[in-house]
């Protein structure tokens, strides 16, 4: 038994030790950036008000939009989820691939393409 607490005694010192110093042999993870972004939009000749919000985290981004017509009257409603992936390659390419899903999260929609920054 004092072998098990003199050996636990050690780790517990050598390991505050490398963590202290910064050589810990557990690996750090590192997260990529996460954004929100949110908006509003009214279309003005068919009177319909938008709200949108999405989230991203590093090449992933989750979004949803939100609907209100002139009938519906404060009454918003979802009209879309969003899942969208872009992956750069290099500093001016970029490849994207936009999925839309309906209110019932039925798949409505896939757009896949590349952008050229100048």
């Not at 993870?29 to 709200?51: F, H, T």
């Not at 970029?94 to 952008?115: A, I, P, Q, R, W």
């Amino acid at each position: 038994m004092k072998t098990l607490i003199t050996a636990a005694t050690v780790l517990v010192a050598t390991t505050t030790l490398a963590l202290a110093e910064g050589d810990s042999i557990i690996p750090e993870v590192v997260w990529p950036e996460m954004s929100v972004a949110v908006g509003a939009e009214r279309e003005l000749e068919a009177e319909v008000n938008s709200l949108y919000g999405s989230v991203s985290m590093g090449a992933i981004s989750v979004g949803t939009t939100l609907k209100d017509t002139a009938l519906d009257s404060g009454s918003f409603n979802v009209s879309k989820y969003e899942v969208d992936v872009e992956q750069p390659l290099g500093s001016h390419v970029s490849l994207y691939m936009k999925n839309d899903f309906d209110d019932g999260f039925k798949h409505s929609e896939t757009v896949v393409g590349g952008k050229i920054k100048f």
